[in-house]
């Protein structure tokens, strides 16, 4: 311990007494003033470089003399700028979007890429993500990810992320550093972000830096647009399912912008009317006959950004976003209708001590609050749940020299969680009104990291967070049984007094080896640790999960990821990742055999906890020129949990086993009129538990479940193409340019199975039958897109 404060004094020392100047600023796009997340600063002479942060600044420490620094960014022409530097210099470079780059400062570019490239960690540029096509028309940033390796999909259509052998709640999604409970639309057709309004989208799928924490599995971090600092911009979008529309402009020229986005589906009315008379029987198609006019599905999302320049120093951000759904599908669930939204809100200070240190104070509040009715039924019930999030966070970024980055932050985090309340919703009704209490807990954490060149070919990127969970009264702990099937006590603690205390290190390690120009090893180790469960047991990520505190019987997950890579550069913009992986889980969660979960006070009684373990290699060959992005991607992975209790104690495999996922992206510009774009996806199937006996007794049938996720469903695959338009006299025009998007999903008319059910026979209670249930069969789309 005393070694580690000793390295950590001599960074800050060589920073305050070095000799050194320092040149820094800013990166941001020359057309919109957007800041520019990632861009890499390298300096020839040094043959070494940088990346801008999370907010586009860069800083630079560099003895007197001259220089010559290339400035790049993925779709942007690189810049090369010659500086004498005698002091220090703030330097604010614009890049201009790609049309054509010289070769020379192309492949600079690339051999900063292989310095800069992380471990588990991928990008995807918005113009990408909107070139993709999918099920809905609509761009989409969470299906986007779902097409790289080490992502996989369980069900067909839904927006769910299983990363590298983890559940989707071992996933934090934020937006604009506010984490975001449910990122879907429509039970996962559509997801929660208008790409309209985000600029940036980065995931990592494990060995993150530790000023990321509390989920096992991957993080995504999404940043909204700032705003057009220079012109008002509007964007929008006319589809089958779904409307949008974005303005952005500045308020004080190159000093405040705002940006407000707005979406609306109608996706209910669409399907009415081809579910009806127009898709079943004028049209014939097929997929769509099983549907009927009696949908009613509908959601809203808002985004709002604004920002204020106040000098060099300081820069303010407010933004926020809101969403709310609306569903009811008579041929899914003819009862049931369901309601859920999110609500995010975040304030940020830029503050620039220095060309050497950098800040950011943070304060953010989220809230996802979701209910399910019964209709026309006896019980006619209304049943509510919530968690909120209220954080506070001061980041700091340090650049003592060239050879060391430091982050390091305090942040504390309150939570409040609802689990269930039930309430009828007119006299009719014969439910009696019931409310599971709430929980309370707080988070404390502290983390430091630093990215330190040892030499010009290796690099260490070590860190530490550390984390304090506790929960709190008012609530009543109850005793048990150690089969957990009687109580036996309980005891009551007061408001505010602590029930629970959890604290750990978690400490992340990587190393960077350039073997030379082209080649790169990458090696990284990570320990982290999950305080929020969420209980489920749909695959498909319905809004009726719960999420609940770690607490007396339900602790904390944790996990060990050991991470080899292999990352390599070709000539003109081929790059090739090939990364392998060993995870291990702690303290996962399953439930006993027919869990009883809904509005059940007692719900720890029906939750086991065991260890389960991932491995995987992944590959992934990429394409980047001035026509041409494509990526093929394929994952071996296999993953168990071992959990007493369950598959009678024996490893078993969890629904996202996947066994082989492959998938290909392409999307290639013919000219400045017609974008040619398509996916391919095929992976094995995923595990389900189906019954192997039926038994009668006194006329009520049984089921028998020996054991769980016993059956393998069938291989998936799939394949969607899409076309963009723009008209000559679109392309020629000034100021309103309009193109049109064709697409069609599953164009072989695949029946990718959604789910298993059984359906017994009203006479013969012996006579079961089993169905595959499939959502759609070839979908067609179009959208018509503005901008002015």
């Given at each position: 311990?005393?070694l580690y ?6 960074f800050f020392?060589?920073g305050?007494?070095?000799q050194?100047?320092?040149?820094y600023?800013?990166?941001?796009d020359?057309?919109n003033?957007e800041?520019l ?7 020839k002479e040094m043959?070494?470089g940088?990346v ?6 860069y800083?630079?420490s560099?003895s007197?003399g001259n220089y010559?620094i290339?400035y790049s ?6 810049l090369?700028?010659?500086v ?12 201009s979007p790609?049309?054509m780059?010289l070769?020379e ?10 310095e800069e ?5 991928n990008k995807?540029?918005?113009?990408t993500i909107?070139a993709i096509?999918?099920i809905?028309g ?13 992502i996989?999909?369980a069900?067909?259509?839904t927006s ?8 989707y709640?071992q996933n934090l999604?934020i937006l ?7 990122p879907?639309h ?10 309209d309004?985000i600029?940036?989208?980065t ?7 530790s000023q990321y ?5 991957s993080?995504?971090?999404?940043t909204m647009?700032?705003?057009n600092y220079n012109k008002?911009k509007?964007n929008?979008?006319?589809?089958l399912?779904?409307?949008r529309l974005s303005i952005?402009?500045p308020i004080v020229?190159e000093k405040?912008s705002?940006?407000v986005?707005?979406r609306?589906s109608y996706?209910g009315?669409?399907l009415n009317?081809?579910g009806?008379k ?5 049209l014939?198609l097929?997929?769509?006959n099983d549907?009927?006019?009696q ?6 999302d808002?985004n ?7 000098d060099?120093?300081?820069h303010?951000?407010l933004?926020?976003y809101?969403g ?7 041929s899914?669930?003819n009862?049931?209708q369901l309601e859920w939204g ?16 950098f800040s950011n104070?943070s304060t953010y ?7 399910s009715?019964i209709k026309e ?5 209304e049943?509510k749940?919530n968690?909120?999030e ?6 700091f970024t340090?650049y003592p ?5 430091i982050?390091?932050?305090?942040s504390?985090v309150y939570h409040y ?5 039930i309430?009828p919703?007119?006299t ?5 009104p019931f409310?599971?209490?709430g929980?309370?807990?707080v988070?404390?954490?502290g983390?430091f990291?630093?990215?330190q060149k040892i030499?010009?070919?290796l690099?260490l ?12 009264g ?7 049984t150690?089969l957990?099937?009687?109580?036996t006590d309980?005891?009551v603690?007061?408001k505010?007094?602590?029930i629970?205390f ?5 400490p992340?390690?990587s190393v960077r ?11 990284a180790?990570?320990?982290?640790k999950?305080y929020?469960h ?6 498909v ?12 019987y339900?602790?904390p997950?944790s ?6 890579g292999?990352y390599r ?6 790059e090739?990742?090939?990364?392998s992986?060993?995870?291990?889980l702690?303290n ?5 055999d ?9 719900v720890?009684?029906q939750i086991?906890?065991?260890?389960g373990w991932?491995?995987g290699?992944e ?9 041409l992005?494509?990526?093929?991607g394929y994952t071996?992975?296999?993953t168990k949990?071992?959990i ?6 024996d490893?078993?495999s969890?629904?996202y086993?996947?066994?082989h ?5 392409g ?6 009129r017609w974008?040619?774009s ?11 538990t ?7 007794v006194d006329?009520?049938t049984?089921?028998?479940?020996p054991?769980r996720n016993n059956?393998?469903?069938p291989i998936y695959?799939r394949?969607d193409i899409?076309a963009?338009?723009k008209?000559?006299k679109s392309e ?5 340019k309009?193109k049109w998007?064709?697409?069609i999903?599953?164009v ?5 199975v959604?789910?298993l059910?059984?359906k ?6 012996l ?5 595959k249930?499939y959502l759609?069969g070839?979908v067609?789309?179009?959208?018509y897109?503005?901008?002015?």
């Amino acid at each position: 311990m005393r070694l580690y404060i000793t390295i950590i004094l001599n960074f800050f020392s060589i920073g305050l007494f070095s000799q050194i100047n320092i040149v820094y600023g800013t990166v941001r796009d020359s057309i919109n003033g957007e800041t520019l997340i990632g861009a890499t600063v390298y300096v020839k002479e040094m043959k070494q470089g940088t990346v801008s942060n999370e907010y586009g600044f860069y800083s630079a420490s560099l003895s007197r003399g001259n220089y010559t620094i290339v400035y790049s960014y993925i779709g942007y022409q690189s810049l090369e700028v010659k500086v004498e530097l005698k002091s220090n210099m703030l330097k604010d470079i614009l890049l201009s979007p790609q049309n054509m780059k010289l070769q020379e400062v192309k492949v600079t570019a690339q051999r900063a890429r292989v310095e800069e490239v992380g471990t588990s960690e991928n990008k995807i540029a918005i113009n990408t993500i909107k070139a993709i096509p999918t099920i809905t028309g609509e761009p989409d940033v969470i299906k986007s990810l779902q097409l790289l390796p080490g992502i996989q999909v369980a069900n067909e259509g839904t927006s769910n992320l299983y990363v590298r052998g983890g559940n989707y709640d071992q996933n934090l999604i934020i937006l604009d550093e506010t984490p975001v409970y449910n990122p879907t639309h429509s039970l996962g057709f559509f997801s929660t972000f208008n790409s309209d309004a985000i600029k940036n989208v980065t995931v990592y799928k494990g060995a993150f830096p530790s000023q990321y924490g509390g989920r096992l599995s991957s993080v995504v971090d999404i940043t909204m647009k700032e705003g057009n600092y220079n012109k008002m911009k509007v964007n929008a979008g006319v589809g089958l399912l779904a409307s949008r529309l974005s303005i952005e402009a500045p308020i004080v020229k190159e000093k405040a912008s705002f940006i407000v986005s707005g979406r609306y589906s109608y996706a209910g009315t669409t399907l009415n009317l081809f579910g009806g008379k127009i898709g079943g029987d004028a049209l014939k198609l097929r997929s769509l006959n099983d549907f009927n006019d009696q949908n009613d599905i509908s959601f809203y999302d808002f985004n709002a950004k604004i920002n204020y320049k106040v000098d060099e120093n300081n820069h303010i951000y407010l933004s926020t976003y809101t969403g709310r759904d609306h569903f009811y599908c008579y041929s899914l669930n003819n009862e049931n209708q369901l309601e859920w939204g999110n609500l995010t809100s975040t304030l940020r200070w830029n503050h620039l001590f220095s060309g050497k240190l950098f800040s950011n104070l943070s304060t953010y509040y989220s809230n996802y609050n979701y209910n399910s009715s019964i209709k026309e039924d006896i019980r006619n019930y209304e049943w509510k749940s919530n968690i909120q999030e209220l954080g506070l966070k001061y980041d700091f970024t340090y650049y003592p020299n060239q050879k060391n980055r430091i982050k390091t932050g305090l942040s504390s985090v309150y939570h409040y969680f609802e689990p269930g309340k039930i309430s009828p919703k007119d006299t009719t009704s014969i439910i009696v009104p019931f409310s599971l209490d709430g929980k309370r807990s707080v988070e404390l954490i502290g983390y430091f990291n630093n990215e330190q060149k040892i030499t010009k070919r290796l690099t260490l990127n070590y860190g530490l967070r550390y984390t304090v969970f506790m929960n709190y009264g008012q609530a009543t702990v109850y005793n048990y049984t150690p089969l957990m099937n009687n109580i036996t006590d309980s005891t009551v603690y007061a408001k505010g007094e602590i029930i629970n205390f959890y604290h750990g290190l978690e400490p992340r390690f990587s190393v960077r080896f350039k073997i030379n120009n082209n080649n790169t090893i990458k090696l990284a180790y990570a320990y982290t640790k999950q305080y929020l469960h969420m209980l489920s047991n749909s695959s498909v990520g319905l809004p009726t999960d719960v999420w609940l505190p770690a607490d007396s019987y339900i602790k904390p997950q944790s996990s060990h990821q050991y991470v080899l890579g292999f990352y390599r550069t070709f000539y003109q913009g081929l790059e090739l990742t090939i990364e392998s992986y060993y995870k291990q889980l702690h303290n996962i969660i399953d439930f006993v055999d027919n869990a009883d979960l809904f509005m059940n006070k007692n719900v720890e009684t029906q939750i086991l906890a065991g260890k389960g373990w991932s491995t995987g290699i992944e590959f992934l060959l990429e394409k980047h020129s001035d026509k041409l992005t494509a990526w093929l991607g394929y994952t071996l992975a296999k993953t168990k949990y071992k959990i007493n209790g369950i598959n009678n104690d024996d490893d078993y495999s969890p629904r996202y086993d996947i066994r082989h996922n492959f998938t290909a992206v392409g999307i290639y510009k013919i000219n400045n009129r017609w974008l040619l774009s398509s996916t391919f996806k095929i992976s094995s199937g995923g595990f389900v538990t189906v019954p192997t006996q039926i038994f009668l007794v006194d006329n009520a049938t049984f089921f028998d479940y020996p054991e769980r996720n016993n059956y393998k469903l069938p291989i998936y695959h799939r394949l969607d193409i899409a076309a963009t338009y723009k008209s000559k006299k679109s392309e020629e025009a000034k100021r309103c340019k309009s193109k049109w998007v064709f697409a069609i999903n599953n164009v072989y008319n695949r029946k990718n199975v959604f789910a298993l059910y059984l359906k017994q026979d009203d006479y013969d209670f012996l006579n079961i039958q089993s169905y595959k249930m499939y959502l759609y069969g070839i979908v067609p789309s179009i959208i018509y897109n503005l901008s002015f």
